[in-house]
Nanobody, 126 residues
């Protein structure tokens, strides 16, 4: 099970840190993706982190503002959101897929993942 937390209401230019905590399995062998969903739209990938060496990848829409990281001791993956804009308002979810062997890449397509959390709402507004 994946559980996200850390969402909330923040002013434009503000920051939030989202957490994706796993229970029942160890995330160290999993690639993790972060996605967001706007009302009435499909999920879109914003960032991911590889299972080997924690190499991140970002969509251009968030590059330079969002940072994905992993804490193996806490069995948690984080998404740091900085310089938030109103258009970042969405439901943010994490997803996981187990990787057998070494992999230094990750994907931000929903089809890349088979474990999903319920999401945490991020609202950027004055």
């Amino acid at each position: 099970q994946l559980v996200e937390s850390g969402g909330g209401l923040v002013q434009p230019g503000g920051s939030l840190r989202l957490s994706c905590e796993a229970s029942g399995f160890n995330l160290k062998d999993y690639a993790i993706g972060w996605f967001r969903q706007f009302p009435g739209n499909e999920r879109e990938g914003v960032a991911c982190i590889s299972s080997t060496d924690d190499i991140p990848y970002y969509d251009d829409s968030v590059k330079g503002r969002f940072t994905v990281s992993r804490d193996k001791a806490e069995n948690t993956v984080y998404l740091q959101l900085n310089s938030l804009k109103p258009e970042d308002t969405a439901l943010y979810s994490c997803a996981a897929v187990e990787i057998v062997g070494s992999s230094y890449i990750c994907g931000i397509w929903t089809s890349d993942y088979d474990h999903w959390g319920q999401g945490t709402q991020v609202t950027v507004s004055t």
